[in-house]
């Protein structure tokens, strides 16, 4: 049998949870509680939130901040659209930003042009499993006086500068969404150091109740009159993890570093089939920075991805990927663009447009851009088959 993702590690915590009888995380938390631990530990944040999926961690990590209605988040078109459109959930304003067309991620130069008076944070995807180019992204945000959020959804154990990302901004998001370095099928994890901002983080996951951990004090519900209430202090969403799903994260995090060695052996593969063959690029990389891929992106150079499909399906009858995520040409933004305000009813500003055109950086990078499988269930003989016939398909 090939490499396996799950095995006994996962069935062995999940037979616990399901003899437990308990399957909800309740308050202090078991599995959930450990996970949580667990992963603060690994990333050597203070503070960690498990939630039940990765747009929820989106969602959190900016009530984190402190992000609320009618602020602007200064966002990327080019990652999973949860990264754009969860300050829409709370009453705020997604502006893009333009994007270095070689990765489509932000720099601190497309993110300086797109603030405005209004901005309150900065939601920076540090995409492929490639770091950005963080040093000058923070130096504009302590300048700002914006909130910095990590998105490493894609980039668990990435690092610049070696500081693990997820630790240099103001509050990380993670998902364990089933294609993640980690996965419990679905959830999310918020981390920071701040106290603040992970009760902050609590709350609005939570319902609004303050079930802290980590010693922080909880705050105590006062009756109306002669009738009691239980305490909720804040909107909030159920957005809590399972017990379940804790289980099969915490056995994931025990076996992260094989699956990181896994994942380094699939781009060796790529890279040495690849490398200084005309017509393809691969992956540029940022200085100072050592990446952990979620996904590979090589590059069509100089012609585009649309046309080395088609050579490769021609030549070597497989297939490639093609980049398809900017956000701003989705349905859902043209509804906004149309409306002329978000999708929870709050008016756009007249600079702030969602239409084609708009981040040309990311529209050139997408032209370009082939998404290269990198998980680490995949054979590495597999991918490096695939990208041998990439190179025939080029040489022949």
Request: glycine letters at 8%; one cysteine or more.
């Amino acid at each position: 049998m090939g490499f396996r993702s799950f095995g006994e590690e996962e069935l062995e915590l999940l037979r616990e949870v399901i003899e437990s009888q308990e399957l909800w995380r309740g308050t202090a938390g078991n599995f959930a509680g450990q996970f949580e631990d667990a992963f603060a530990e690994h990333t050597g944040r203070k503070y960690v939130h498990a939630v039940c999926s990765g747009s929820c961690a989106n969602e959190a990590a900016l009530a984190a901040a402190g992000v609320g209605p009618g602020d602007e988040v200064i966002v990327t078109p080019c990652s999973y659209i949860a990264s754009s459109i969860a300050p829409v959930a709370l009453g705020a304003i997604p502006v893009f930003a333009d994007v270095d067309p070689r990765l489509v991620m932000l720099t601190a130069e497309t993110i300086e042009a797109a603030i405005t008076p209004h901005a309150k944070a900065v939601v920076v995807v540090h995409l492929w499993g490639q770091p950005a180019e963080m040093d000058p992204i923070l130096d504009v945000c302590r300048r700002h006086n914006l909130k910095l959020i990590e998105d490493c959804a894609q980039a668990y154990d990435a690092y610049y500068k070696g500081r693990m990302v997820g630790t240099l901004g103001d509050v990380a998001c993670y998902s364990l969404q089933q294609s993640k370095h980690i996965t419990a099928g679905e959830g999310g994890l918020v981390a920071t150091d701040d106290p603040e901002a992970y009760e902050r983080a609590v709350l609005y996951s939570n319902g609004g109740m303050p079930w802290y951990r980590y010693g922080r004090e909880w705050l105590k519900p006062e009756p109306v009159g002669d009738l009691p209430t239980r305490g909720h202090f804040a909107f909030g969403h159920n957005h809590r993890m399972t017990e379940l799903q804790a289980a099969v994260g915490l056995a994931q995090l025990r076996k992260i570093d094989t699956f990181n060695a896994r994942r380094v052996e699939i781009v060796e593969a790529i890279e040495s089939e690849l490398r200084g063959v005309e017509g393809v690029a691969l992956a540029h990389r940022y200085p100072d920075t050592q990446p952990n891929y979620w996904c590979y992106p090589l590059r069509a150079e100089p012609g585009t991805a649309a046309e080395l499909a088609a050579l490769c399906r021609e030549k070597q009858d497989i297939s490639i990927g093609r980049y398809q995520e900017i956000h701003y040409l989705e349905v859902v933004y043209a509804q906004m663009q149309e409306q002329r305000a978000t999708s929870v009813g709050y008016p756009l500003p007249d600079y702030v447009q969602y239409k084609p055109g708009l981040c040309p950086g990311a529209e050139e990078g997408a032209r370009h851009l082939v998404p290269t499988h990198t998980h680490h269930a995949v054979d590495p003989e597999d991918m490096r088959a695939h990208a041998h016939a990439i190179r025939l398909s080029l040489e022949g």
